[in-house]
């Protein structure tokens, strides 16, 4: 499972305000500060796809967009950077 290699928390954190605190393939409003932590709303991991800056995506269910999109559904997958959801179109 990749998580944030090569990116700075600054890097970060800039993408994250860039994409309006939003993830950036389904829409769903996340919290900053619940990045990584368990059991909460507006989970979210910075992730590579095929950019040079950090892609935002969500983490937690039902649209989970960093596993179901960014990597196809299979943490075995490099990782692309999604343009459209998979989760089957549920987004809030
Ligand atoms: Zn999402
Ligand atoms: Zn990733
Ligand atoms: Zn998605």
């Known amino acids: 499972m990749t998580r944030n290699e090569g990116f700075g928390a600054d890097e970060i954190e800039a993408a994250f305000y860039s994409a309006g605190g939003q993830c950036e393939c389904c829409g769903k409003s996340l919290s900053f500060a619940n990045s990584r932590r368990g059991g909460i709303w507006g989970r979210w991991e910075a992730h590579h796809g095929s ?3 950090p ?3 969500c983490v937690g269910d039902p649209e989970n967009c960093h596993l179901n999109c960014g ?11 999604p343009r459209v959801h998979k989760g089957g179109g549920y987004v809030r």
């Open 71 to 81: 990597h196809d559904g299979d943490w075995s997958n490099e990782g692309i950077t």
């Open 51 to 53: 950019r040079a800056t």
């Open 55 to 57: 892609v935002i995506l």
